[in-house]
């Protein structure tokens, strides 16, 4: 780590402790490509997308391994890069599913957004490499390697950040590919279905699950009760995906929405002092009150607690959002909800997981319930 000056694009431009090129461009308000460089993960340099140029020498090296150097002037966006980064866009597109326009990510996806972004229009190379089956094994994610550039995200956050170490590259040359630890679905390794690889995937390779299928289908089923649980998150940031002023609370919308579409009630939720992950810097981060507990293990402990609460309740968990609470769970069952959700995706409550598996009995003995399958479904009116 150094001070010193550097000229990108001829703009001057102090850096100082910035790791490498890459950021200090990022400090001139230059932004370069790229598809494999995230700040909290370790550099891995494979896109080889955000290529600078020296000037004089005409060297050229990839900005996010390349450390600062005093005087460095460097170019960003020269004919000879635009050539080779078109180049690369191509090549990772040749060996891409390109069935864009059914993809969960079509529109919020970066190999697309770079290949309008650089006019790749035409691909000239075949599709050499071999095609493999989706893997829809998991409740939280959805995998599908035809779609994968191999940058290498899913692994790193799922070793550096979440301490699993679930994914890896296999094989060599062609063949190199993303597997899990032990070649097996994931539903059947030690995956805790936090969704960070989703989070950072590029591509449409790895993706939330998508329910939005069975939510309608309830929602339009005259047989059933569907009590939509809002977390406090969700209120402030569901806005954002439809052009609000982000951190807009926008409860009253929200609600009222829900009921058009057909929603029986709307539960909400007031959350105990737990976890929250930071999902702008990728990281668990610890609330107040969590008992001194910290590291990127206490995530996966989360998600393994929501799936024990599942075992204690007997009563399918949706997603990840909602009470805290046994007496929570119960009124939602006397409610006629078929399903229950905890936790949620930027906020996962353990300590709420724990309280609701130790409160299950007290709260049973308060509602008068000797057996939870006799209230599933609001079968239970006493």
Not at 261 to 275: F, K
């Amino acid at each position: 780590m150094s001070k010193g000056v550097m000229y990108v694009d001829n703009i001057r431009v102090e850096y100082d402790n910035e790791p490498n090129v890459l950021e200090v461009c990022r400090k001139a308000g230059v932004e370069i490509p790229n598809f494999c460089f995230h700040s909290d993960l370790s550099v891995y340099g494979a896109c080889r997308m955000c290529m600078v140029e020296e000037e004089g020498t005409g060297k050229i090296d990839a900005a996010c391994t390349m450390p600062p150097k005093n005087e460095l002037h460097i170019r960003t966006n020269t004919a000879r890069l635009l050539k080779y980064r078109r180049m690369i866009i191509e090549l990772l597109l040749s060996a891409h599913c390109r069935d864009c326009t059914t993809c969960e990510k079509n529109r919020a996806c970066r190999l697309q957004e770079m290949a309008v972004r650089f006019g790749i229009h035409h691909v000239r190379f075949d599709d050499t490499r071999e095609h493999v089956k989706m893997d829809f094994s998991s409740p939280a994610v959805t995998m599908d390697l035809n779609k994968c550039i191999l940058c290498g995200d899913c692994v790193r956050v799922c070793h550096e950040v979440q301490g699993i170490s679930n994914l890896r590259f296999a094989g060599r040359g062609p063949g190199l590919h993303i597997a899990t630890t032990d070649n097996k679905p994931l539903s059947e390794t030690h995956c805790v279905s936090c969704g960070q690889c989703s989070a950072v995937c590029t591509t449409g390779a790895i993706t939330i699950k998508n329910d939005i299928g069975p939510a309608w289908k309830a929602l339009q089923d005259p047989q059933k009760r569907v009590v939509i649980q809002i977390a406090p998150a969700v209120r402030v940031a569901i806005g954002e995906a439809y052009g609000l002023p982000a951190g807009e609370n926008v409860l009253d919308k929200l609600v009222t929405a829900l009921k058009i579409m057909g929603a029986d009630g709307v539960s909400l939720i007031n959350t105990l002092p737990g976890m929250r992950i930071d999902l702008a810097r990728r990281r668990p981060l610890l609330a107040n009150q969590t008992g001194g507990m910290s590291g990127p293990g206490m995530f996966p402990l989360a998600v393994r607690m929501v799936y024990q609460v599942y075992e204690a309740v007997r009563i399918p968990i949706v997603g990840m959002g909602g009470v805290t609470n046994a007496q929570d769970v119960l009124e939602l069952m006397l409610a006629g909800a078929t399903a229950v959700g905890v936790g949620a995706a930027n906020l996962v409550e353990p300590y709420a997981c724990k309280h609701i598996i130790e409160t299950l009995p007290d709260a049973m003995a308060r509602f008068g319930i000797d057996n939870l399958r006799d209230i599933i479904g609001g079968a239970h009116h006493g």
